[in-house]
Structures are given as C-alpha cells and as structure tokens.
C-alpha cells in the first residue's frame, strides 16, 4: 500500500497550489483527481485557434491568487481589459458607459442627479466610507444606499459583474460590496492564451518541489486513523498522514459523510452561470466590446482584444446569464436569450462564427456567502474540527475573498497546514 504524507484530493487550482505548497514545504505529497485532466474550472480548450476558457474568466492582480503564482514563481501574460468602449442595456437599449468615473458621468441610461449620485456611492466604496450593516442582505443594502431604482439596479448590474453572483435576496451585501471594491481598484487582466497556462504553471511548481500528480484516479472514500486510509474508485488503496480535500462541497460529503453535519455542506448554495463564447473572424463593430446589462443580467465582452485567445484577425466573444439561486431555464431559451443578446451588441455576427462553446450551468462558484449564514466570516475553516490531519479548501473555505482568491488563500493555508501536521 501506498504511503504518503499528504494527499491532496482534487486537482483544480485550489489541490495545485496545495499540493505545491505541501511539497515546498518538504512533504512527500500526492495529488490525485478523478477527471482526465487536470485544472477543473481552469481548463481551456483550443477549438480553430480560438482559446475557450470555461466561461469569461478574468484576473485580479494583487491578491491571494496572484500572490500564490508569484511565490511559486508561476508566469503569465496578460493585457487589462478597455474602458473605453462599452455600454450598459437597459430596455434593450444601447447607453455608452465606460466602467470608470469619466464614462458613467456621460452615460444616458441615468440623470444628471443618478449619475452624481452613482459616483459618489462609488467613491464612497473605494474609500472605505460607505455605510454597509452587517447581516443585510444585498437587496437591502442597496435599498439603504439609494432611493433610485436605477441607481440600485446599476450597483446590483456591477456586483454581478465582480461576484458572478445574483441572488440579492439572501446574498450577504457587505461581502459582495467589498467585493465590487475589490473588483474596482485592483488590475484585472485578460490572460494569453487561457487560464490553462495557470494550470500547466502550477503543474510545473509541483513538479519542481517533488510532488506526485495523478489524473483520472476517482478517490471514493477516506477512512479516520492514523494514518488515514484513501480508497479509490478501482479498489485500491493508499495511506496518508495528512488529507487535503480541495473539491466542492457536494465532492466533499461523498468523500467524507462527517462534513453534512460539521460544516452544513448540504445547505450550501452555488453560484450558476448560463455561457455562450462565440469565435468570429471578424467583429461587426470593433469599437463596442463589452456591454452589462441592468435590466437583465446578462454580460457580454470580447477578451480577445486584450489577450492572445483567438486566430490573427479573429475575435472571441464571451456571453453570460447570471442565474439566480435554484433557477433552471430551458437549454435552448438560455441559447436563445445569449445569442439575442449579441445580436443587439455586435449585429451581423452569425455570418462571421468560426467556433463556439455553450455551458447552461456552469458552477461559477460553490457557496454564495449568505446572509443566513453570516457571510465570509462563517463559513468553514480549514482545518476539520475535530479530525485532526483532515484539512478542506476551496472557493467555499475561509473567510478570505470569493472565486480564485479564496480558493487560493485556503489551498496555500491547507497544504502547509497538512505538511506541518505530517512532518511533526
């Protein structure tokens, strides 16, 4: 049988970079993950020179993320988005609105008094000075912050933009205001070539520092002792001292039933997206590349103009339904509704299409922060009370940030946690 000291169950970002940090830390690690290929939610599939990401995924410099790349000496390259040329839909209607001061002020979708109004909450939010209650939802918080309903629905339009989450009813508004701050001072870039360049870096950071990385080994169960006692789909078995589980919450319980109750993994809620990414040889209207709708939430971008993601002249165009909590929309209505969605951005598109991607559910994240259950600040810890050498991670552990940020702040916290209980 098998011995280690940590295995890393999951090879997504968050198992990378835990299984990187274990082994830096002079552990003999494992990583195993169930699918074919590693990076989950990261992968990007080449289709006609088109790169396709899971979905519009854009990434913010200066945090947790970005922090764990530069420590593990992880690369990229990357342009940041324009603000120059894009629009907010209301009604169907195009309103010029660049995503800065100078653009909201000369949008048409607001009044001279919305407007002043937006750019002082704005400001306001930047600074820190913005009076958010805890234990508001964000509909409620909204509603304290203005008494426009355009105003509001412009703010729940940018949460959108910055969380991928639209459930203002029982989301925790101070998490995802802070989030939108985030979203509005920190650099986001669009990566060349796709975020699997993320993924083959952190392969090569585990690599580097001795870790072992095996792809399609489904782990079913583990079993407490000392040490723990993995056991895979195919009947084997392996023995750790150390076990990182940096999968979602429904992976988790399946692997370790104990969680249900622990953590209250079961009463979790995901954030949804509905995507449609279009590869065009050409763009109809080259100066109109992103566009948020306010009315309905629905985002449209062209991340090509700024990375390296389609063939020389082409263009890849990102569309996105934010769904709402436990919503389910007939396939070919959320087709319908993305495609009716470009043809009011970029008309004349559909001559033009070279390859294209549709995911109707994606999981954009794996626990909106709730209000119920106390936003960032409740959710669980990485180490397992009561199970010691038993660590979680993911985008749904810790009390740090939301998407990427959190699952890289708990995958770094779990692998070196994991390889200071192994090692002593």
């Given amino acids: ?178 989030q939108l701050r985030s979203g509005m001072t920190r650099r986001a870039l669009y990566l060349d070539d796709g975020w699997v360049t993320l993924v083959d870096g952190l392969r090569s950071a585990c690599h580097n520092h001795g870790a072992s990385l095996r792809s399609s080994c489904r782990v079913e169960t583990i079993e407490e002792g000392m040490p723990f006692c993995v056991k895979l789909s195919d009947g084997t078995a392996l023995t750790a001292r150390a076990v990182v589980l940096a999968v979602n919450p429904t992976q988790a319980d399946a692997i370790y039933p104990p969680l249900k109750d622990l953590y209250g993994t079961a009463d979790l809620v995901p954030a949804k997206v509905a995507c449609l990414d279009i590869g065009v040889e050409s763009l109809p209207r080259p100066n109109l590349l992103f566009a948020l709708g306010v009315d309905r939430p629905l985002y449209f971008s062209v991340h090509s103009v700024a990375a390296r993601l389609a063939p020389e002249g082409g263009a890849l165009i990102h569309t996105m339904r934010y769904l709402r909590p436990g919503e389910k929309l007939d396939r070919d209505h959320l087709l319908a509704e993305l495609e009716g969605f470009i043809d009011l951005v970029q008309p004349g598109w559909r001559d033009r299409e070279r390859a294209r991607q549709f995911l109707p559910a994606m999981p954009a994240m794996s626990s909106i922060p709730l209000v119920a259950r106390g936003g960032l600040t409740q959710r669980p810890l990485v180490e397992v009370r009561g199970v010691p050498g038993l660590f979680v991670s993911g985008d749904w552990v810790g009390p740090a940030g939301l998407l990427s940020d959190a699952a890289a702040a708990s995958g770094r916290h779990s692998g070196q946690a994991a390889a200071e209980f192994a090692m002593h």
């Avoid at 519009?56 to 764990?68: I, K, L, Q, T, V």
């Avoid at 169907?92 to 002043?116: P, V």
């Avoid at 704005?122 to 008494?147: F, H, K, W, Y």
Wanted: hydrophobic share 45%.
């Fill in 1 to 178: 049988m098998d011995a280690w000291d940590v295995v890393v169950v999951g090879g997504g970002i968050t198992g990378l970079i835990a299984a990187a940090f274990a082994s830096r830390a002079g552990a003999r690690v494992l990583l195993l993950e169930g699918a074919p290929d590693l990076g989950g939610r990261a992968r990007t599939r080449n289709t006609s020179g088109y790169r396709l990401n899971q979905g519009a995924h854009a990434f913010y410099r200066s945090g947790p993320f970005d922090e764990a790349l530069q420590d593990l000496g992880v690369e990229y390259t990357g342009n940041r988005p324009s603000l120059a040329r894009g629009c907010f839909v209301y009604d169907n209607e195009l309103h010029h609105a660049c995503m800065d001061a100078e653009g909201i002020a000369a949008t048409t979708l607001l009044s001279d008094a919305e407007k002043l109004e937006l750019l002082s909450l704005l400001r306001r939010m930047i600074g820190g000075s913005a009076e958010v209650l805890p234990g508001t939802s964000l509909a409620e918080t909204l509603a304290s912050l203005s008494q426009s309903s355009k105003v509001r629905s412009v703010l729940a339009a940018m949460v959108r933009l910055t969380s991928i989450v639209n459930a203002p009813e029982v989301a925790d508004g101070l998490s995802l205001l802070d």
